[in-house]
């Protein structure tokens, strides 16, 4: 099937609205990970598949990834810690693909930055300030 490039823009600037709205990514559990496919750029390179609402990730669930359980993640962790993770992995983001899994891939430090741009910087400063009480508490507990 064909899609335009404006439709899945539109897809994705609605995932960075969301999620910052809900404060939750949704994804497809696997058991050892998240739900992937290779990317269209690259064989090498796998795209980790999100999405916006629980209901867009359920219908993921249809296309070949009926043995998955989806499942939520805390926008700070996602922002934080998965998108960091996955920049050094290579790894690329893939957010509210469609059914037939068609989307933008997203490099993981593009989005990373996409989505922190996009918070109210309120938001933006709780998030780092909770970042540094956490990693605080792990240098303590790691003394």
Not at 9 to 25: G, K, L
Request: proline share 2%; aromatic share 10%; glycine share 6%.
């Amino acid at each position: 099937m064909l899609h335009d490039q404006a439709s899945l823009a539109a897809n994705h600037e609605r995932f960075v609205r969301r999620i910052i709205q809900n404060e939750r990514v949704w994804g497809l559990d696997q058991g050892n990970g998240f739900a992937w496919c290779e990317s269209n750029e690259s064989t090498e390179t796998p795209v980790v598949l999100f999405w916006s609402d629980e209901a867009y990730a359920k219908r993921g669930l249809e296309n070949g990834f009926d043995e998955c359980v989806v499942r939520s993640i805390a926008l700070i962790d996602f922002t934080f810690r998965w998108l960091p993770g996955m920049k050094a992995d290579d790894a690329r983001a893939g957010c509210n693909w469609t059914q037939d899994l068609a989307g933008i891939e997203s490099n993981a430090g593009e989005l990373q930055d996409e989505i922190i741009t996009a918070m109210p910087a309120e938001m933006a400063d709780q998030y780092l300030a909770e970042l540094r009480r956490q990693m605080a508490a792990q240098k303590r507990e790691g003394d």
